[in-house]
């Protein structure tokens, strides 16, 4: 048995009797700017955001789009958030909001996240990383699942709709069929 607890102790504290340092994430493609809270609302009606759904925002920040889809429309949501500090941030908006029960913020990297579960997917990204995930938008969400893009276009995806808000784009999208994509 000390065969295997000296395995552990290595593979836990990298054989120097400390605990390992957490292995640090990719620094982010790009840094926090929140989404004004006018857009926001428009990104949701755009949507058509409403009980049944569950929102997922990939680069969630301050957690403020979840939260206005649950606690205007009703909906569930799910923010996926690469740097810890927003996540807790977004958690304890949440909090205060009175919304807690029905949404999450997930630390993680939106090209990992599992999003299949999304009806409405919100984005404030760049367009590079727009199109970095158009993939995997189109693998993992189901046909009919609507997407919002502020200021920013997903390369090669046509919009089914676009509006103007504050002087910058709003871009909508709804998932084709499968044998369409």
């Known amino acids: 048995m000390s065969g295997c607890s000296s ?9 120097s009797g400390r605990p390992a340092a957490r292995l640090p994430r990719r620094p982010p493609d790009i840094h926090f700017v929140p989404t004004p809270y006018p857009v926001v609302d428009a990104m949701l009606q755009l949507a058509g955001v409403g009980p049944n759904d569950v929102v997922y925002d990939l680069g969630s920040g301050d957690g403020r789009i979840v939260i206005a889809a649950a606690s205007t429309y009703g909906a569930r949501g799910v923010g996926i958030e690469l740097d810890p500090k927003l996540v807790a941030e977004a958690t304890r908006n949440a909090q205060l909001s009175g919304v807690a029960e029905r949404v999450t913020f997930k630390e993680g990297d939106i090209f990992e996240a599992d999003i299949s579960e999304a009806t409405v997917v919100t984005l404030f990204l760049l367009s590079t990383i727009n199109d970095r995930l158009w993939p995997k938008l189109m693998s993992e969400l189901k046909q009919g699942t609507r997407v919002v893009s502020y200021r920013f276009p ?28």
């Open 154 to 181: 997903i390369r090669d995806w046509e919009p089914d709709k676009e509006i103007i808000v504050d002087n910058q784009e709003v871009f909508f999208w709804t998932v084709p069929a499968p044998e369409d994509r």
């Open 7 to 15: 395995l552990l102790d290595q593979q836990t504290f990298g054989g």
